[in-house]
């Protein structure tokens, strides 16, 4: 009888060992990926420009590219040291529109690449990169430059002198001639600069009134008369008639600025063009 039991033991060992033997491992399948799911599309301004101290606002939409409904958050990368960003809409359901506001706080001049990512809920993230330029010069700074500009080359031929500071680079004067303007003064009106030329030497110009508008970077020399322009065909001593205007682009510190003198008898119509950069 022992014997008997022993022996159906070990059938059932045996029989419990091959069971195991021809158990096969499960693997699970992978989720199917949906090929419909096209996702979104994202779409803003490639270029934002901001001074060094202010605000910047510019818009990014989202739209889908299939019939599907699609949530999405709005997110960004790579802001410089000194700015900041809100969102009215960081996120919803698309189509979405938000808007982007920069904030800079002396922020150094220079054009940085800040990407703009929407990520949906299905589909894969898509982005774009908003190239944020920072002014070279401020609006602190703005009536410095212009004042050195008008100082050492606003009607007056540019030349490289001891007594001279190289604030300005690449000045040309078409037509060649020489008109000089001395001892600018400066005064402040809002936002507004306006220099007025009080002395004249060389047979310069004098009292020539020059107004430059911050909010449009715009130069204006109204309609006014002027003494003794020292052209080839002025007489000194003759009173001329001047007008003219400019513009300045605070981001490249570059300016152009076109001005005409006129006189009935003897006849006299020119015109100038000054181009500049400031160095500084």
Known sequence: MRANVIIVLLALVVAGSACKKEKKNIIAKPTPVDTSIK??????DADLKIMSTGTASTKVSISPLDNRSYKVNISLEGLPKN?????????????LTSA??????????????IPVTATPDKGMPVSFD??????????????????????????????DT??????????????????????????????????VSTDSTKGG?????????????????????????NLS??????TYMISGKGHFDRYNKTFTITYHVTHPNPKVNETFTIKGKMDF
């Open 130 to 159: 908003l190239k944020l330029t920072v002014a070279a010069i401020d609006s602190a700074d703005w009536g410095k430059f212009f004042y050195n500009a008008v100082k050492n080359s606003m009607l007056k031929t540019y030349r």
């Open 83 to 95: 700015t900041t960003s809100s969102l009215v809409a960081s996120g919803g359901m698309v189509p």
């Open 162 to 195: 001891a007594d001279q500071k190289n604030d300005l680079l690449n000045i040309t004067m078409s037509p060649s001639g020489e008109v000089y303007l001395n001892k600018v003064l400066l005064y402040k009106e809002d936002t507004t600069y306006t220099y």
């Open 39 to 44: 996702g979104v599309a994202i779409k803003g």
């Open 205 to 229: 110009v004098k009292d020539v009134k020059l107004t430059v508008d911050c909010a449009t970077d715009s130069l204006y020399i109204m309609p006014q008369s002027v003494n003794g322009i």
């Open 233 to 238: 065909v002025a007489i000194p001593g003759t």
């Open 100 to 113: 982007i506001t920069f904030s800079t706080k002396n922020e150094k001049a220079g054009t940085y690449t």
